[in-house]
């Protein structure tokens, strides 16, 4: 049974951060790529960053590069995303799922993610 809970968000404001955790039970995340996504109200799902197992390469939409960090916590089978200097642009329902080679968060192949969590709502506002 694989299972997938992302946590830690909430109502922020402008220029705030806030930290997502990305927590699978049943698989190791070792062995797995891992995607962010977001979908906010009235706009389609688009990829966020992602983080490849075997290079430790990262990736980063515009929109959030420079302001996003994905991470791994040693010891801990939670990845992680801080989000800074938020926007309110921002407000989205966030998820994490298993994403191959990258291919859902850089094309857009969101049928190859896999393990989706059930997501988690950020609302950037005053």
């Known amino acids: 049974q694989v299972d997938v809970v992302e946590s830690g968000g909430g109502l922020v404001q402008p220029g705030g951060s806030l930290k997502l955790s990305c927590a699978p039970s049943?698989?190791?995340?070792?062995?797995?790529?891992i995607g962010w996504f977001r979908q906010a109200p009235g706009k389609e799902r688009e990829g966020v960053s992602c983080?490849?197992?075997?290079?430790?390469?990262?990736y980063y939409s515009d929109s959030v590069k420079g302001r996003f960090t994905v991470s791994k916590e040693a010891g801990k089978n939670t990845m992680y995303l801080q989000m800074t200097n938020l926007r309110p642009e921002d407000t989205a329902v966030y998820y994490c799922?298993?994403?191959?080679?990258?291919?859902?968060?850089?094309?857009?192949?969101?049928?190859?993610?896999?393990?989706w969590g059930k997501g988690i709502l950020v609302i950037v506002s005053s």
């Open positions: 049943g698989l190791f995340l070792d062995s797995y790529t």
């Open positions: 799922g298993a994403d191959p080679e990258c291919n859902g968060v850089l094309y857009g192949a969101f049928g190859t993610v896999d393990y």
């Open positions: 983080a490849t197992n075997g290079n430790g390469s990262t």
